[in-house]
């Protein structure tokens, strides 16, 4: 039974299938009461825990989101069950914080992940085309990397505690958000009265759809960033079926739950300026290929035992606090008495992808093996 | 006898596909690949059979090796 579940996950239908069931879940956790065109972004929630625990104070984004520790325990059950739990590290950790670092300031200047980009298509929000291109953009950079001997070292296997800090940080989390603990006056545990924050779907309902995601990613590998790498790297269509079978099901989902409307302007937590849109993810693509995953990836990796994805989870956790803090995320379009003000990114934010996409270029070059 | 070893063990993917490529590309059969994840094996596995190849697989512990044959 196991080895028959293991072989369809493997198989073309089964990462369609798996493609479809996130396309699915996230319209209906957005319908269950989470933020418009953010039923599932792992950048976005990654962002709001932050926020959460103080690491940042943008009052309008702050919730502990339980999707997250759903994405991680759900892919460690897949792991425990399936034998496939493995406890590895010591690649490049410092290399693979930054990148987190900064593939968050590239995710925040689009205000998404490339998950929340394909939902954002899926919902009509046609600001995402630009950042899917710069998306493209960035991996073909990395992909142009990979064949030129760039690589981030040897994993090499370890205790079987360090591959469980991560799973248990996030029955942590998941442990403040039942409790909520008063840490001292008006300081952590924060949660949004306002804003997308303070937008989401039941707590179990939030968590039973992370687990089960977390579960059926561990399973047949889904990632966003590793899809379009496969096309450009090797021709290999696998992961690819599964994002496409995402966007299509999400699609169909958002039109039967009365969720699609098409538009550029004014679209919810999103803004209209296409360069910072674009440059933005070209950091985010960029950043996510030399790390080897996209940020969900990342965290079903970490949830199986690697310690270097945890690393990078944490880098993008600490990226939100820098982003928010320093004013380098991206504002969104506003619309106030039938006036519509342009969002985008301050000149700090635009410096700080500039930085970014200069610190990935660097990395690149740097840490390549000559190819013989 | 191998006439090609690649040891892909703790690189993360997709080193241990580029790696397994470009031994298949040589043209020098067989090619021995040994991964220590599953993900890396399935990947391997998939890139060797859509090149045409032949892939066994045997396991030792928690490695995985991967004999390539055209």
């Not at chain 1, 996030?170 to 009265?193: A, C, K, W, Y």
């Not at chain 1, 992961?239 to 299509?248: D, E, N, P, T, Y």
Request: aromatic share 10%; with cysteine; net charge positive.
């Amino acid at each position: 039974m196991r080895d028959r579940l293991t072989q369809f996950f493997a198989s073309r239908w089964g990462i369609i299938f798996v493609g479809a069931a996130i396309g699915i879940l996230g319209p209906v956790l957005q319908k269950a009461g989470n933020p418009t065109n953010m039923g599932i972004c792992v950048a976005c929630f990654e962002r709001d825990i932050a926020g959460a625990i103080g690491l940042h104070r943008a009052n309008i984004v702050q919730y502990l989101r339980p999707e997250i520790p759903g994405f991680v325990l759900g892919s460690t059950i897949a792991a425990l069950i399936f034998r496939e739990f493995k406890a590895r590290s010591g690649s490049a950790p410092i290399v693979r914080f930054v990148l987190g670092v900064f593939a968050m300031i590239g995710a925040l200047a689009f205000l998404g992940c490339p998950w929340r980009a394909s939902f954002r298509l899926a919902g009509g929000d046609m600001t995402s085309l630009p950042a899917l291109l710069g998306l493209i953009i960035g991996i073909t950079g990395g992909v142009w990397f990979l064949r030129s001997g760039y690589n981030l070292g040897r994993s090499q296997k370890t205790y079987p505690a360090v591959g469980w800090i991560m799973p248990i940080l996030m029955i942590g989390l998941l442990l403040l958000l039942i409790f909520r603990p008063v840490f001292s006056e008006g300081g952590p545990i924060f949660f949004s009265d306002k804003g997308p924050g303070s937008m989401y779907a039941p707590l179990l309902v939030s968590l039973g759809v992370g687990l089960i995601i977390g579960f059926l990613a561990q399973r047949s590998r889904f990632c966003t960033m590793g899809a379009v790498r496969d096309v450009i790297l090797m021709r290999d269509y696998h992961l690819i079926s599964g994002l496409l079978g995402l966007i299509v099901a999400a699609l169909l989902t958002n039109l039967v739950l009365g969720q699609f409307k098409i538009g550029y302007t004014g679209m919810p937590v999103a803004h209209s300026n296409w360069l910072w849109n674009t440059l933005g993810m070209v950091l985010a693509g960029l950043a996510y290929s030399l790390a080897g995953g996209c940020p969900g990836r990342q965290l079903f990796l970490s949830g199986e035992g690697d310690g270097d994805s945890a690393v990078f989870v944490l880098g993008m956790i600490v990226g939100a606090g820098i982003a928010h803090n320093f004013n380098l995320a991206a504002k969104a379009d506003a619309v106030s008495d039938g006036v519509l003000t342009v969002g985008g990114l301050s000149p700090f934010g635009m410096a700080a992808v500039i930085l970014g996409i200069v610190f990935c270029l660097l990395i690149g070059f740097t840490l390549r093996q000559k190819v013989a | 006898m191998s006439a090609i070893f690649v040891d892909a063990r703790g690189l993360s993917c997709p080193q241990p596909v580029i790696l397994a490529h470009k031994a298949i590309s040589e043209g020098v059969f067989p090619v021995e690949v040994t991964v220590d994840t599953v993900t890396s094996r399935e990947n391997v596995r998939r890139m060797a059979e859509k090149n045409g190849c032949k892939v066994e697989i045997s396991q030792q512990d928690d490695e995985f090796t991967l004999v390539i044959k055209k």
